[in-house]
C-alpha cells in the first residue's frame, strides 16, 4: 500500500473510532506505529491515542472596528468603567497641554462613564466623545484607542480655554455644543443638555479636586483659579 493510500485509510479509520462529533476547528494531532504523524479535527479516543494540537478559542463579539484596542487590567478586558486603568495617559495629557487631570477625568466620566467603546446616537466615540470629523481634524485615527483619544480630547478642550479666555464653564459649553455657539452670545447657550453636562463636570471635578464650595455653571471660573497641574 502506498504512503497516500495509507494517510487516507489512516484518516478513514480516525472518523470511524473517534465517532461523530459536531464540526468545530479544534485540531488532533496522532503518530501511528509506522511513526507516521497526522492531523485530525476529531478529539481523541482509547484506539487511537490522539493529542491536542490546536483549540479554536470562539471569536470575542466586539464593535466592527480596525485596530479595536483591548484594554486590560489584571490580563483581562476591562469593563469597569474605573478611571484608574487610563490615570497615565490623562496625566500625560495634561501635562503635555497644560490642563488638570483632574478636569480631564471630569469630562471623561460625564462624557462616557470611562467606557472607551462608548458611542453616542450622534456618532461620538471613546471615552472623551469625539466626533469623528473633530476626530479627523484632530489626526486621531482611532477613537476608541484610549491614548488617542484622551489626546486628542485633551488637545481640543485645550483649545476651547485657550478661546474662552480659561473660562471653564464657558470652554466646557463650547466643547458640548461647539465653539460658535458659545462664541456669538459669550455666555452659556440656554440649552438644558449643554447646562446640565456643564453642571456635571463641575461636580465630578469639585468631587475629584475636594473643593469644598459648589462651583457655578454662571460664575467666571478660570483655570488660574482651580487649576494645577503637578
Not at 207 to 219: E, F, H, N, R
Request: net charge positive.
Amino acid at each position: 500500500m502506498g504512503t497516500a493510500s495509507r494517510m487516507l485509510l489512516m484518516a478513514a479509520m480516525a472518523i470511524l473510532f473517534c465517532g461523530q462529533y459536531p464540526a468545530k476547528a479544534d485540531m488532533y494531532t496522532y503518530v501511528d506505529s509506522k511513526g507516521t504523524r497526522y492531523y485530525t479535527n476529531v478529539p481523541a479516543t482509547s484506539s487511537i491515542p490522539c493529542s491536542l494540537y490546536h483549540r479554536d478559542e470562539p471569536a470575542i463579539s466586539k464593535p466592527s472596528s480596525q485596530n479595536w484596542p483591548e484594554v486590560r487590567v489584571g490580563g483581562r478586558r476591562d469593563f469597569s468603567k474605573s478611571s484608574a486603568v487610563y490615570d497615565q495617559h490623562i496625566k500625560q495629557s495634561g501635562y503635555r497641554y497644560n490642563v488638570d487631570p483632574q478636569l480631564i477625568k471630569a469630562i471623561i466620566k460625564a462624557e462616557s462613564d470611562f467606557d472607551c467603546y462608548a458611542r453616542s446616537q450622534k456618532g461620538a466615540q471613546g471615552l472623551m466623545q469625539l466626533m469623528p470629523g473633530t476626530a479627523r481634524d484632530l489626526n486621531v485615527s482611532n477613537s476608541f484607542d484610549p491614548r488617542a483619544n484622551i489626546d486628542g480630547g485633551t488637545r481640543y478642550f485645550r483649545t476651547m480655554l485657550d478661546t474662552f479666555n480659561g473660562n471653564i464653564p464657558l470652554s466646557l459649553a463650547a466643547y458640548n455644543a461647539g465653539p460658535n455657539l458659545v462664541k456669538r452670545t459669550n455666555q452659556m447657550p440656554q440649552i438644558p443638555e449643554t447646562v446640565e453636562y456643564v453642571q456635571r463636570v463641575l461636580q465630578h471635578y469639585k468631587d475629584y479636586k475636594g473643593v469644598g464650595q459648589p462651583l457655578s455653571v454662571t460664575s467666571a471660573i478660570r483655570v488660574s483659579d482651580l487649576v494645577t497641574v503637578r
